[in-house]
């Protein structure tokens, strides 16, 4: 029953894209549940969801974890939602070991029915953040294919290192994600290959491209395997999830 966190301080890099489809590929395949801690809230309108109660109820202690889940349309998924009143956990939570530690005790109750958790965490490194880091078992870190890739790397790397020392010792990175890929640009494949010379074995295989099919799925509340199953988007995000797969078999 693994918790994987997705995770990026930096917005902007795939990173709610690749919960949600990741999420939806796992439950063809095992039962999943996606954790919305992002206020902004995009996993839970991007499977077109209006959640009555929320991580923000869990958190604060108003409701536990099992009455909050929320069944997406998709088979074998729930989610566990956000809505705007997550900002006011941001505020409200400070950084004390009891604070970043509700997450993973709020999860205890429910890990037992699912094989797999994810967690979408905000692009920000706060309280949220900590949370989800605090409640992984491993990580994915989606890397844009832009010039200041491997800036943002070292600086989460850094992160992940202080919160292994401080609170999750048993803390590991599943992986690098290469996303917003562009083949035809220098520049993608400069990123790619500099990013796989640094950390090898580290980096996905897969390689998930740019593409507007992608950007248009959450506008129709549905991961890329129902809006476009066909597109290069949903292929990578499916070989992404057999990979995960296999991963941790192997940890």
Do not use: W
Request: net charge neutral; charged share 20%.
């Amino acid at each position: 029953m693994p918790v994987i966190g997705v995770i990026n301080q930096k917005g902007g890099v795939g990173k709610t894209t690749t919960a949600v489809n990741l999420s939806a590929a796992l439950a063809q395949r095992r039962n999943v549940l996606l954790v919305d801690l992002d206020p902004q809230a995009n996993a839970t309108s991007g499977l077109g969801l209006l959640p009555s109660s929320s991580v923000y109820d869990v958190l604060s202690g108003r409701i536990a974890a099992r009455n909050a889940l929320i069944k997406a349309r998709q088979q074998n998924l729930a989610v566990l939602a956000a809505s705007a009143d997550l900002a006011g956990a941001a505020i409200e939570l400070d950084a004390s070991a009891e604070d970043v530690r509700l997450l993973a005790k709020a999860l205890v109750g429910v890990r037992p029915r699912f094989e797999f958790i994810v967690l979408d965490a905000p692009p920000s490194f706060g309280a949220l953040t900590l949370n989800a880091l605090a409640a992984s078992d491993h990580l994915i870190l989606p890397v844009q294919c832009e010039y200041y890739a491997l800036e943002g790397i070292a600086g989460m790397m850094d992160t992940i290192e202080r919160v292994r020392g401080a609170l999750n010792p048993g803390l590991s990175v599943l992986g690098l994600l290469l996303t917003m890929a562009d083949q035809r640009t220098n520049l993608s494949r400069q990123v790619e290959e500099n990013v796989r010379k640094h950390f090898g074995e580290m980096v996905f295989e897969v390689v998930v491209p740019r593409s507007v099919r992608l950007a248009e799925a959450p506008s129709h509340g549905l991961p890329i395997f129902e809006y476009a199953p066909g597109s290069a988007g949903a292929v990578a995000y499916q070989a992404l999830a057999e990979e995960v797969l296999r991963r941790v078999s192997q940890a």
